[in-house]
């Protein structure tokens, strides 16, 4: 049982990250009912575990969002069809509220979500700058949107987490949530760690660093955040996402020795203040979604 002194700060910091992942819009998902529908993977899952620590969840969706620039064709759809350069907070709460919802809402709910998003997909196509032909359902950008997130909430995991889950319990994550991928019409899904280092390999001759995507990289800079200390907090959460991104994206992305540097320091202070934060997340959906199933908190971590 925490001190009396610091629950008022778990509920102070509480409240400060609901005020930046928080959708205003109404999903209608109750995580506490029905009594016993454990979702679409449940408390016995790898993804339960790793989408279950916020400090990497936080830092993996900022590496995934940066990680998505390098694609042309994927990057067209953000910049043509979404307000990201007006709103960048606002795509990371639909990505949490997407992610939150298929890994721990009621399997009705999870399927819901899964078909809404399928639809909002069927409106965004159009054309890059070089006239090549893109759609939010093409397969193939479906499986790299997904793969630039669940590698990066997986590595958050490893580094804000826990380093030593063993392999095994790695390539489960990715097996078990290459279902959600394939149920929005992803092909040829990475399955293990293995694949997921071959596909990005496979992959790199097509990516590239733009305009569109320094541009892209600079509205996460200037990101504004309802929080105090706005500024100090973003730079943590930018420079821990920074960091958990594999060496050839930062090849790509020209990422200076300096830049580097100050991503290993923010995610030093990630790690510092994790432990807070996780207190501080305890009423959150993944403990909701455990109690709902009858499942303890352990199952909310690899043993």
């Given at each position: 049982m925490p001190?009396?002194i ?7 910091l ?8 928080a959708?205003?819009?109404?999903f ?18 790898a ?8 400090p ?14 390098l ?6 759809g953000?910049w043509?069809?979404?307000?990201f ?9 639909r ?8 890994s ?12 809404r998003v ?8 159009g ?14 950008l479906?499986t790299?949107?997904?793969c630039t997130?669940?590698y990066?909430f997986?590595n ?10 063993p392999r ?10 290459a ?14 760690a ?6 990005f390999e496979?992959?790199?001759?097509e990516?590239?660093f733009?305009?569109?995507?320094r541009d ?13 200390l706005s500024a ?14 594999p ?7 020209h990422?200076?020795?300096t ?8 995610a ?10 996780r ?17 303890d ?7």
């Amino acid at each position: 049982m925490p001190l009396p002194i610091i629950n008022p700060i778990h509920a102070a910091l509480r409240q400060a990250i609901i005020n930046v992942v928080a959708t205003t819009e109404d999903f209608g998902i109750d995580y506490d009912a029905p009594i016993g529908d454990a979702g679409l993977f449940g408390p016995d899952s790898a993804t339960w575990k790793v989408h279950a620590d916020f400090p990497g969840m936080m830092a993996g969706g900022i590496a995934a969002l940066m990680l998505q620039t390098l694609h042309p064709r994927a990057l067209a759809g953000v910049w043509d069809h979404s307000r990201f350069r007006e709103d960048p907070l606002g795509r990371l709460r639909r990505t949490t509220m997407f992610v939150a919802a298929t890994s721990y809402a009621p399997r009705a709910d999870a399927e819901r979500i899964i078909d809404r998003v399928d639809r909002m997909h069927a409106r965004v196509q159009g054309h890059t700058p070089d006239g090549e032909f893109y759609s939010a359902r093409d397969p193939e950008l479906l499986t790299w949107v997904h793969c630039t997130e669940m590698y990066s909430f997986l590595n958050g995991y490893l580094r804000y987490r826990r380093a030593d889950v063993p392999r095994a319990k790695q390539d489960r994550y990715f097996d078990e949530t290459a279902r959600i991928a394939e149920a929005l019409g992803a092909r040829n899904v990475p399955r293990s760690a293995t694949q997921m280092t071959q596909y990005f390999e496979g992959l790199q001759p097509e990516l590239r660093f733009d305009e569109r995507s320094r541009d892209t990289l600079a509205v996460l800079e200037r990101m504004p955040l309802p929080v105090p200390l706005s500024a100090v907090a973003r730079r943590m959460f930018l420079g821990s996402g920074a960091a958990l991104l594999p060496a050839w994206a930062r090849t790509f992305m020209h990422r200076s020795a300096t830049q580097q540097a100050t991503d290993r320091i923010a995610a030093g202070a990630l790690n510092a203040i994790a432990p807070v934060i996780r207190a501080s997340m305890r009423e959150g959906v993944a403990f909701r979604s455990a109690r709902r199933v009858g499942a303890d908190e352990d199952s909310l971590v690899f043993d």
